[in-house]
Every structure is written in C-alpha cells, then in structure tokens.
C-alpha cells in the first residue's frame, strides 16, 4: 500500500482523491468524492470525519450498496486487496474445509435475513472471535444490525486510513 502525507493528499485533484484515498471504502468511491468538498483537510482526523459524516448522510440507498459492496468474510472468491489482507491477518485465508463450509453457511444465513454481508472490521481479530460475532449478530433486528454494519465499515475505513497516510497531528483514537 502507498503511503501518503497529508500534504500530498491535498494537493490531489478529485479524481485522484477518489481513486487513491476512496479505496478504504470498498468499492463505494462516492464517499471520497462527498467528502472532497472539504478539501483541503486539516488533518487525518478531519478528512476521516468528513468521509463519515458524508456516508452518514447519504440516502439509505448508498448506504445499502455502500454494505454490499464488502466481501464475505471467509470467502474464496476475488476480494480487493485491502480486504485480502486484513482476512489473512485475522486467518481466514487458512481455513479448513470444516470451518470454510461453516463460514460460508453464516454467511448465507446472514445475506438471506439482511440482505448484505456480514461486516465486521478484523484487524485484531481472528477466525473465532469472528464466527462468534457473526452468531451473535444475526439475531440482531435489522435497524440494529444495519447500524452495526455501518460502524464496522467507518472502523475499516479508519484503519485502512491510518495504514494509508502519514500525519504527525493524527490522535490516537
């Protein structure tokens, strides 16, 4: 992954904001291009909580295709390589066929009651905490769950973000 500084991402144009720092929302560079009309940003800080409050604000639509747009978690198929990654660290890529079968089996179940994939950010995680999670929150209602997903995603963006970009003024939050 490139890593930038606070001061090159501001001087990109908008295309370039959108393809280089709009990747840490999978798939989903309308949240980049929402938040470019803050640009230029004080600060990492500042640029992440303008992406969120631009996701935050979107029609349910967005949001809706903002959560589809996330891979399965556990899945053998094409996944972006930010989401490659973070899956390998949290040792999905080594999965047994006994554990594949029963990820895929959550995964399936999760998609049929709320019709987007199970979210969750996994750096720090791994395959256990990970099914247990997915047991737990497909009993949640689905507002619930919708609003669990987003979280998760603006957690992911975060991460990715601090892996992304170099700024000396960034808080540790």
Excluded: C
Excluded at 4 to 16: A, C, D, F, I, R
């Amino acid at each position: 992954m490139i890593n930038y500084s606070m001061e090159q991402v501001n001087k990109m144009t908008e295309q370039e904001f959108m393809h280089s720092v709009g990747v840490v929302f999978e798939h989903s560079p309308w949240v980049a291009k929402s938040a470019f009309g803050h640009h230029p940003f004080s600060s990492l800080d500042q640029m992440y909580e303008k992406m969120i409050e631009e996701m935050t604000n979107a029609d349910m639509s967005l949001k809706l295709s903002l959560l589809r747009a996330h891979p399965d978690l556990g899945t053998r198929l094409e996944v972006s390589e930010s989401s490659k990654h973070e899956q390998q660290n949290a040792g999905l890529s080594q999965l047994s066929e006994e554990e594949y079968r029963e990820f895929s089996l959550l995964n399936k179940k999760y998609i049929e009651k709320f019709d987007f994939p199970f979210i969750m950010a996994v750096k720090g995680q791994d395959k256990h905490s990970i099914k247990e999670s997915m047991k737990t929150r497909i009993n949640n209602q689905y507002e619930k769950e919708f609003k669990t997903a987003l979280s998760q995603v603006e957690k992911i963006a975060r991460f990715r973000l601090v892996d992304m970009i170099v700024d000396e003024n960034m808080s540790t939050k």
